[in-house]
């Protein structure tokens, strides 16, 4: 079958702007990834798990890359999808329930070096708190999103956001060891 001039023509043109799109989200994964990578963690609770929600997350983004109208907001966007995708993990139950093996796997844990462990032992203990309160508090304080900004990212009022946010933070106060509490290691020193 030949194509004719105008075919071909239209053919290359499909042919840049899909090459265009592809370098504009290889850009956009470069420049973001490790980040997102970190919200998704702090989310999950899991290396693995957090990977499998950015990947699942990252290919529903570049299914809607032409959609995106403000691409000053595809940060936010992902952030949904990752709260989401995240929600929907837990909401299945076939993937919570555990396999027997003859053999335990080798695995070795991922531990943040720069503060000594101090903040892998809060996140710890942040990742005591219930889903949605957790998301609030990722969301909220690490992503540094305003009220209004996570309630629109959880699909929730600010008033909610507020409450959760008041909730968690009550929460993390009666559960963090005092060892971690700031005012404790000022009276040490």
């Not at 529903?60 to 989401?84: H, P």
């Not at 329930?97 to 101090?118: I, L, M």
Request: charged fraction near 30%.
């Amino acid at each position: 079958m030949q194509l004719t001039t105008g075919a071909r023509a239209e053919t290359g043109a499909m042919g840049n702007r899909a090459a265009a799109r592809d370098e504009e989200f290889t850009a956009y994964l470069n420049a973001r990834q490790p980040a997102l990578l970190r919200t998704a963690y702090l989310l999950t609770g899991d290396r693995h798990q957090a990977e499998d929600v950015l990947q699942t997350s990252l290919a529903k983004l570049y299914l809607a890359w032409d959609r995106v109208q403000d691409r000053d907001s595809v940060d936010a966007y992902v952030r949904r999808i990752m709260v989401n995708e995240n929600n929907s993990l837990w909401r299945r139950g076939w993937k919570k329930r555990e396999h027997a093996t003859d053999v335990v796997p080798e695995a070795t844990p991922v531990r943040d070096t720069y503060d000594e462990g101090a903040g892998s032992a809060l996140w710890d203990v942040v990742q005591t708190l219930p889903k949605k309160a957790r998301a609030v508090v990722v969301l909220r304080y690490y992503e540094q999103l305003t009220e209004a900004e996570t309630a629109d990212v959880l699909g929730i009022s600010v008033g909610t956001v507020k409450s959760q946010a008041s909730r968690a933070l009550a929460a993390l106060r009666e559960r963090t060891p005092a060892d971690l509490n700031p005012r404790h290691q000022e009276e040490e020193r």
